[in-house]
């Protein structure tokens, strides 16, 4: 089957630094993307990868290994308001997305 | 500023009711998809169109039905509502490129009492 595997929560300090990770195991592969989704409200789209490496924009950076079939979201200099859920999805082979369960990132001052 | 736009927020029904929840998108995108969300799970899709009158099963498509009369208006239908589906249902649509991003509607809560 296919599988998606992120943590379901994770805590951090204001200011610090947090990796999400999120490995996964799907047939196929046609790129991952990373969505923020806070209490209540829409998903909305952070990151989108395809090749190996590391793609930065801005606080926000996401990573890809598709040997290891494994990614990471990174965020820096983390804000009150980074405090939201974070998506994992793949695109599998027939171009279906696959989504994991969401980690829920609580940011503490 | 693009937008989904979905018509109830929050819905109450009771179980065997007919529930409509409507989804319009101002992209002119060609997909549109239906999913639920729920604690634990990942978003799983009921139905999508990639095109007018068209539709294709998801994921989960059994006790629910979609209609897509018009290339901005994307209806799912609970022809009888029953206790397990309520959910947070989410709309999406996406243009013509299959690797492009999603761009959700803020949710409908439904709750089947």
């Known amino acids: 089957g296919q599988n998606i595997d992120q943590p379901t929560e994770m805590t951090a300090t204001e200011g610090a630094i947090v990796q999400i990770n999120c490995t996964y195991q799907?047939?196929?592969?046609?790129?991952l993307f990373w969505y923020q989704q806070h209490a209540g409200e829409a998903p909305t789209f952070l990151s989108y990868n395809v090749l190996d490496g590391l793609e930065e924009k801005g606080r926000f950076s996401s990573f890809l290994s598709r040997s290891k079939g494994y990614s990471y979201l990174l965020l820096k200099e983390l804000q009150m308001k980074d405090s939201a859920s974070y998506l994992c999805?793949?695109?599998?082979?027939?171009?279906?997305?696959?989504w994991g369960a969401g980690t829920k990132l609580i940011i503490k001052p | 500023d693009v937008k989904v736009t979905q018509s109830s927020r929050y819905l109450v029904k009771r179980t065997g009711e007919k529930v409509f929840l409507e989804c319009v998108q101002d992209m002119d995108h060609e997909n549109m998809f239906w999913y639920r969300q729920d604690p634990g799970l990942g978003l799983r899709l009921i139905y999508f169109?990639?095109?007018?009158?068209?539709?294709e099963k998801g994921d989960i498509p059994e006790g629910y039905s979609v209609s897509r009369e018009k290339k901005e208006r994307f209806s799912l239908i609970l022809e009888s509502a029953s206790t397990n589906q309520t959910s947070m249902y989410l709309c999406a649509s996406r243009g013509s490129g299959i690797t492009g991003e999603l761009f959700f509607g803020e949710g409908s809560r439904l709750t089947v009492l």
């Open positions: 999805a793949v695109i599998d082979s027939n171009y279906q997305l696959i």
């Open positions: 169109s990639y095109d007018v009158k068209m539709k």
């Open positions: 799907t047939s196929g592969f046609n790129g």
